[in-house]
């Protein structure tokens, strides 16, 4: 009898945390209580059955790939970019853990589980990107061997996403009530940091080495045997201020699950001049990239133009941004910044993989309005998985019995 009170206890116990301490009727309408959630549940409610239409009759009935231009938006947006933005899980982990900066260890959490669904919803929508979706497995086996790209990515991916699942799982042992089980899981804790960091490194610059089979698909100006340096570093800045960006709105959104005690703009700062340097780096490797193909008479071109847009506007500029930023410590000017760098790094996958891809080629791909539907309701369904995470487990605060016990 007592074990079966215990039972019915511990349904009790686990619905309640669920939902949030409301009956269902209650939580029903809570979940359509703003303007984010009736906005929200539109895109999903449309995006929804269109992903189930693409996949019941084909690419070819929502996209405008071709055989000539196989990638698309979703590979561009939700698979390159995603994952780079993506990259503040191992940016932040190994400092912390790894390093001793303590100081940082409230953003972790949240960085942490925004690069664990960054990947989830990446993969997702390489999923929809893929025409025989049941082979995504295949590389894992089929393409085995040191030489093969798509073999280590598929693999450093698939093994980094358990990293940081993981990573994040002594949190929902906390939000559970498993105290002796999550104690045992952060002990792995530096190991784990340690794989996400060489994993990580792995995948980010092999993303880019995937540009190095097409020299002659990719424009000049891109085109560097550098790529893959470009993509990690890049990855890195965009980890960064993607942390900047989501603990600022984090912070505002869930005002009373925070801890009040975390200086979070200073926290803001820090994190601003560290992606100073980073873009300070990037930067003149672009600029070797370009020494390197010593195509400078190519600057004075359309696309040209726009290089210098890309590399001027959204790498110099901001690593000046930051650094002044942070000097000043003008904390709104280092999140504005933050959020102008993510733009860039986004700008700077989408300019690899689609408006500097296949650019001799007259007819041109531009993305259906299915595609970027398709894609933004991935990324809602992304901030609505974890909105309803940090609004249950201990993410942007520790529990009281848990406090400096990590």
């Given at each position: 009898?007592?074990?079966?009170?215990?039972?019915?206890?511990?349904?009790?116990?686990?619905?309640?945390?669920?939902?949030?301490?409301?009956?269902?009727?209650?939580?029903?309408?809570?979940v359509?209580?703003?303007?984010?959630?009736?906005?929200?549940?539109?895109?999903?409610?449309?995006?929804?059955?269109?992903?189930?239409?693409?996949?019941?009759?084909?690419?070819?009935?929502?996209?405008?790939?071709?055989?000539?231009?196989?990638?698309?938006?979703?590979?561009?947006?939700?698979?390159?970019?995603?994952?780079?933005?993506?990259?503040?899980?191992?940016?932040?982990?190994?400092?912390?853990?790894?390093?001793?900066?303590?100081?940082?260890?409230?953003?972790?959490?949240?960085?942490?589980?925004?690069?664990?669904?960054?990947?989830?919803?990446?993969?997702?929508?390489?999923?929809?990107?893929?025409g025989?979706?049941?082979?995504?497995?295949?590389?894992?086996?089929?393409?085995?061997?040191t030489?093969?790209?798509?073999?280590?990515?598929?693999?450093?991916?698939?093994?980094?996403s358990?990293?940081?699942?993981?990573?994040?799982?002594?949190?929902?042992?906390?939000?559970?009530g498993?105290?002796?089980?999550?104690?045992?899981?952060?002990?792995?804790?530096?190991?784990?940091?340690?794989?996400?960091?060489?994993?990580?490194t792995?995948?980010q610059?092999?993303?880019?080495?995937?540009?190095?089979?097409?020299?002659?698909?990719?424009?000049?100006?891109?085109?560097?045997?550098?790529?893959?340096?470009?993509?990690?570093?890049?990855?890195?800045?965009?980890?960064?201020?993607?942390?900047?960006?989501?603990?600022?709105?984090?912070?505002?959104?869930f005002?009373?699950?925070?801890?009040?005690?975390?200086?979070?703009?200073?926290?803001?700062?820090?994190?601003?001049?560290?992606?100073?340097?980073v873009?300070?780096?990037?930067?003149?490797?672009?600029?070797?990239?370009?020494?390197?193909?010593?195509?400078?008479?190519?600057?004075?071109t359309?696309?040209?133009?726009?290089?210098?847009?890309?590399?001027?506007?959204?790498?110099?500029?901001?690593?000046?941004?930051?650094?002044?930023?942070?000097?000043?410590?003008?904390?709104?000017?280092?999140?504005?910044?933050?959020?102008?760098t993510?733009?860039?790094?986004?700008?700077?996958?989408?300019?690899?993989?689609?408006?500097?891809?296949?650019?001799?080629?007259?007819?041109?791909?531009?993305?259906?309005?299915?595609?970027?539907?398709?894609?933004?309701?991935?990324?809602?369904?992304?901030?609505?998985?974890?909105?309803?995470?940090?609004?249950?487990?201990?993410?942007?605060?520790?529990?009281?019995?848990?406090?400096?016990?990590?």
């Amino acid at each position: 009898m007592r074990d079966a009170a215990s039972a019915v206890h511990t349904r009790l116990s686990i619905a309640d945390k669920l939902l949030l301490g409301l009956t269902p009727r209650e939580y029903a309408k809570s979940v359509v209580s703003s303007p984010f959630d009736i906005i929200a549940a539109a895109i999903i409610g449309i995006g929804i059955p269109l992903i189930v239409y693409r996949f019941v009759y084909g690419l070819g009935a929502v996209t405008n790939l071709t055989q000539a231009s196989p990638w698309g938006l979703w590979i561009g947006f939700d698979m390159l970019a995603g994952v780079a933005l993506a990259a503040g899980g191992f940016t932040l982990a190994s400092p912390v853990y790894i390093f001793g900066l303590e100081d940082y260890h409230p953003v972790v959490r949240p960085a942490v589980l925004t690069g664990f669904l960054g990947y989830i919803f990446a993969v997702l929508g390489l999923i929809c990107d893929l025409g025989r979706p049941w082979n995504l497995p295949l590389p894992l086996v089929y393409s085995f061997g040191t030489t093969s790209v798509m073999f280590e990515v598929a693999w450093c991916i698939s093994l980094y996403s358990v990293v940081l699942f993981l990573e994040f799982v002594p949190s929902v042992l906390e939000w559970l009530g498993y105290p002796g089980l999550r104690a045992r899981l952060v002990k792995l804790t530096i190991g784990l940091t340690v794989a996400a960091v060489l994993l990580s490194t792995l995948h980010q610059s092999s993303l880019g080495g995937l540009f190095l089979m097409a020299p002659h698909r990719l424009h000049p100006l891109w085109y560097s045997p550098f790529i893959p340096v470009f993509f990690f570093i890049s990855a890195i800045a965009g980890g960064l201020s993607m942390v900047i960006v989501e603990s600022a709105l984090s912070h505002r959104a869930f005002e009373s699950r925070i801890d009040h005690h975390v200086d979070v703009d200073r926290l803001a700062v820090g994190l601003g001049r560290a992606a100073s340097v980073v873009l300070f780096a990037y930067f003149f490797l672009r600029l070797q990239g370009l020494a390197d193909a010593n195509r400078w008479d190519l600057l004075f071109t359309p696309y040209g133009y726009w290089f210098l847009f890309e590399v001027i506007g959204f790498v110099l500029v901001p690593c000046l941004l930051f650094a002044h930023g942070a000097r000043t410590v003008n904390v709104r000017l280092v999140r504005w910044t933050a959020a102008w760098t993510v733009l860039g790094i986004v700008v700077y996958r989408l300019n690899v993989s689609i408006v500097a891809f296949n650019w001799t080629l007259a007819d041109r791909y531009i993305p259906s309005a299915a595609e970027i539907w398709t894609s933004l309701t991935l990324v809602t369904l992304g901030v609505v998985v974890f909105r309803w995470i940090v609004n249950r487990m201990p993410v942007l605060r520790d529990l009281p019995e848990y406090h400096g016990a990590h």
